[in-house]
């Protein structure tokens, strides 16, 4: 079974800049997307940008030009690169993966997805 596991969550100021990696273990599915979720504390889990087999990405509005989705297939890691940072991108971020032939926008809902990390804490403080 696929596992995921994110790292690289920590507290820094607005402004600054951040890159979370989810590692994939057991992973050998030909067509799927992987997705980055975040949840603000008493706020709804929500996509915040995802990536496909084809390198195909798309992104939340909220985070267009300042988070970058990435995969590196040949360590089977995905990044997410977070720049100018602020204080409502604070919360828990996962990384989730979809097994199948998903339109790529709907790679950011979380009932498409199959299978979730544990999450990593991001603080951006103002």
């Known amino acids: 079974q696929v596992q995921l596991v994110e790292s690289g969550g920590a507290s820094v100021q607005a402004g600054g800049s951040l890159r979370l990696s989810c590692a994939a273990s057991r992973f050998s599915w030909d067509r799927y997307c992987m997705s980055w979720f975040r949840q603000a504390p008493g706020k709804e889990r929500e996509g915040v940008a995802s990536i496909n087999n084809a390198g195909r990405t798309i992104y939340a509005d909220s985070v267009k030009g300042r988070f970058t989705i990435s995969l590196d297939n040949s360590k089977k890691t995905m990044y997410l690169q977070m720049n100018s940072l602020q204080p409502e991108d604070t919360g828990h971020y996962y990384c989730?993966?979809?097994?199948?032939?998903?339109?790529?926008?709907?790679?950011?809902?979380?009932?498409?997805?199959?299978?979730w990390g544990q999450g990593t804490l991001v603080t951006v403080s103002s």
């Open positions: 989730a993966a979809d097994r199948g032939n998903s339109p790529l926008g709907d790679c950011l809902l979380r009932s498409v997805m199959d299978v």
